[in-house]
């Protein structure tokens, strides 16, 4: 079983990869808008072709950071299974005296591959997200030039910020049912929450095996500040994996149904309200009646704040980092339309946006400040390929 704490920075060190990405492809996009000819684009197919072919070299720079991107995952993959296994294993021989074999070098492997397979469908989306997104602002932009709206230099412009500040989508989530969109991701962020759900549910996985093998009949879920309200109902409990079960007088509700784990059954099957669903720091591991606790329900903060309060104000700050980034990749390309254009109004609109980012960069700061019992800074999540390069080694 993996702490909440780890998981919370599980997924940065390939995220931070995918941010550099994310900001080479963002930045190549910006430079091809500003160079490129609006009237060229007027015809839509031309414009199309030009971002299809654009896809190629969009993929180019995926390949780049190919190396630096395995490098991440097997380091994330291999320190998250060997340390949640020891944790299993040395619960099961404490509970039950059961000695049972370490995780074997082919079986991290299996789950690299498992993460770099998701990665490769996630490159394919990031490349698909990037040449729409070129499409969807430079018709745009040739509209407003068509229409009489604009001069073909502010049009061009406002093009390039809105792309670079809207980043690069990967990820939209559909309702099964409707096929509505739900929600969408930027690059960074869709990747770091696939790995973090990726180890989790590879490390729970082999957790179920280790109590299948040791005859560990039940298992203990962790639990966190500011957990979502959803799955304060289950966190921090012990539980049967078969069935209801009542020993020494204490009654253990159903693993399966309480926490909605196997995605089937009880009133936290949904996706987001399941334990190991998507974006839970929620683990689980084996337990015996009789052990001693790691984990309670609904844990109190120190600083005396309930965990919704704790969500609310985590939630508020992720926001806010966001709005960062966004602001950051604006900048840069006002800059960028300011150096190949060195006009009043292009300096004009780098000026405005600097200001926007700095305004946005202190609103983050006073929300950290003035809950600073609860929040801390993490300028990893402020980066937008302004952060240092990230090189793992071969």
């Known amino acids: 079983m993996l702490d909440p704490d780890y998981l919370e920075q599980a997924g940065d060190l390939v995220g931070a990869v995918y941010s550099e990405i994310e900001a080479e492809m963002v930045a190549y996009l910006v430079d091809a808008m500003l160079k490129g000819d609006v009237s060229e684009w007027r015809a839509q197919w031309a414009l199309r072709s030009f971002s299809q072919w654009d896809a190629a070299r969009l993929r180019a720079i995926v390949q780049r950071h190919k190396n630096d991107v395995s490098r991440a995952v097997l380091l994330e993959v291999e320190d998250a299974m060997r340390r949640s296994d020891e944790a299993d294993l040395a619960a099961i021989k404490a509970a039950l005296g059961v000695e049972l074999p370490s995780i074997t070098s082919q079986e991290v492997a299996s789950v690299v591959r498992t993460v770099t397979e998701m990665l490769e469908r996630d490159n394919v989306a990031m490349t698909m997200g990037a040449t729409q997104a070129f499409y969807r602002e430079s018709t745009w932009a040739v509209t407003q030039v068509g229409t009489g709206a604009m001069s073909t230099a502010e049009a061009m412009r406002r093009a390039t910020r809105q792309l670079a500040r809207q980043g690069i989508d990967v990820i939209q989530y559909k309702d099964p049912t409707t096929g509505d969109l739900t929600a969408k991701s930027k690059a960074d962020v869709a990747v770091r929450r696939h790995v973090r759900s990726q180890l989790s549910q590879a490390c729970a996985t082999r957790s179920l095996q280790l109590c299948d093998e040791s005859g560990c009949g039940f298992v203990e879920v962790s639990s966190h500040v500011g957990a979502r309200p959803s799955h304060q109902d ?9 069935g209801e079960v009542t020993v020494d007088g204490k009654t253990y509700a159903d693993f399966w149904d309480a926490t909605g784990y196997n995605g089937v059954s009880g009133d936290h099957a949904a996706l987001g309200d399941r334990l190991c669903g998507v974006n839970c720091r929620h683990q689980f591991g084996p337990w015996a009646p009789g052990m001693p606790h790691a984990f309670h329900p609904r844990p109190r903060h120190p600083s005396g704040k ?85 090189r793992l080694g071969s």
């Open 306 to 390: 309930s965990s919704e309060e704790v969500y609310k104000l985590t939630q508020r700050q992720r926001a806010l980092e966001r709005a960062v980034r966004d602001s950051k990749r604006e900048y840069q390309a006002a800059r960028k339309a300011y150096e190949l254009q060195r006009t009043p109004e292009s300096l004009r609109d780098a000026a405005k946006a600097k200001s926007l980012m700095q305004s946005r960069q202190q609103r983050l700061l006073d929300h950290i400040s003035e809950n600073s019992d609860v929040l801390t800074r993490d300028v990893q999540r402020e980066w937008a390929g302004d952060m240092p390069k990230t």
């Open 234 to 242: 289950w966190e921090g409990q012990c539980y049967s994996l078969h």
